[in-house]
């Protein structure tokens, strides 16, 4: 397991119902997947390319034209839609069994404004060792169209894992969301949304019994103002447009660390000078924004009853505030919710070692087990 989106937890915290027993109390297991030598092991069944749902493009003058293409995704197909119009997709990855299995549905990162499902089904090894499905999911990105439509989509991605089950052998009472970054706030909201997000034709859902949130985003209002969120989330908002660029600032010796600087030569003290990347500006939140971000939130639908959800996120993460986690594990223990948090100590937003990536999927893995998705 290789993926850099996967953190593990040197600190760990459970909370399940009184008289429940949770991996806290679990030694390790003789299940086969204990083992991550045989995460490799099992090769599932490929379907790519699977076109879930027809959706309209909205312009969004909020987003960037252009925001990059991460490494390691899925190679976008050419666009035969109607105009005005987009394809998403969905790719399944079906496991070899004689009956139903667990599926996890994985939403990716990219903070709502670039990214696709992954190029390759390699990072889903654990899963696959533990007996369920994986279905990767496309949404539309900012620059497609802005809030609520990502969240719309995958809610509409579920239905669709519900009413192709029987085609693909998936369990729709067993379905497990997952993710990381925007992907892990995604997975929150398509198991914790109303159904006022559900987009006709998407109102059958299936039955999360499981969350699987890595350093997502838990209030999205926070990250409209925290200096690592807050351009993307402005982005995928698209209610407001971007201030003009502050002038470039020059200053001899070593910048702060709170702002970031690339050395560009030298100056007559012998100082070296350095050039502060330009941070892009945006306004203060207006009632609109503000309104639109909390509607997007998953922390706004706590409530007693939703599915156990497990929280994996760095204590330094400097793209969404540690305080997204927090937040969310305070009130799912107030609403009586069972959870569980991995806290890594001096960890970021993801990138984090080999090693430290498969303790956390083996944590994942026992979770699940402990809740009943998984033997």
Known sequence: MRANWLVTAVCIAFNVPAGAQGPADLPPTNAVWENVATWEQVKPVETDNIVFANVPLIKNPSAAADPGTPAGIRQPLPNTAAPGTMDLHVDVYQVPSSKPTPVVVQFHGGGWIRGDRPSSYRSFGAFFAAGMSVVTVEYRNAKDAPAPAAVQDVRCALAWVKKNAVKYN????????????????????????????????????????????????????????????????????????????????????????????????????????????????????????????????????????????????????????????????????????????????????????????????LLCLRFLKAHGVIQ
Request: charged share 20%; aromatic share 6%; with cysteine.
């Open 170 to 361: 998936l369990d729709p009472d067993k379905v497990v969301t997952y993710g990381g970054s925007a992907g892990g706030h995604l997975a929150l909201m398509a198991a914790y949304a109303p159904a006022s997000f559900d987009p006709p034709g998407c109102t059958d859902q299936p039955t999360v019994v499981a969350v699987l949130d890595f350093y997502g985003a838990s209030n999205v209002v926070d990250s409209l103002t925290y200096r690592g969120s807050s351009d993307f989330t402005h982005q995928w908002m698209g209610t407001q447009l971007r201030l003009p660029d502050e002038p470039e600032t020059r200053v001899s010796g070593t910048a702060p660390t709170s702002a970031p600087s690339a050395n560009v030569g030298g100056n007559p003290d012998g100082m070296p000078v350095q050039r502060r990347r330009s941070i892009p500006r945006w306004p203060e939140p207006d009632a609109k924004t503000l309104e639109l971000a909390k509607s997007v939130s998953p922390i706004t639908y706590i409530r007693p009853g939703l599915p156990p959800t497990f929280i994996v996120n760095g204590d330094h993460d400097m793209t969404y505030h540690p305080t997204q986690s927090s937040q969310l594990k305070t009130a799912l223990d107030a609403a009586g919710v069972p959870n569980g948090q991995d806290l890594v100590i001096g960890g970021g937003h993801g990138n984090f070692s080999h090693e430290e990536s498969e303790k956390a999927m």
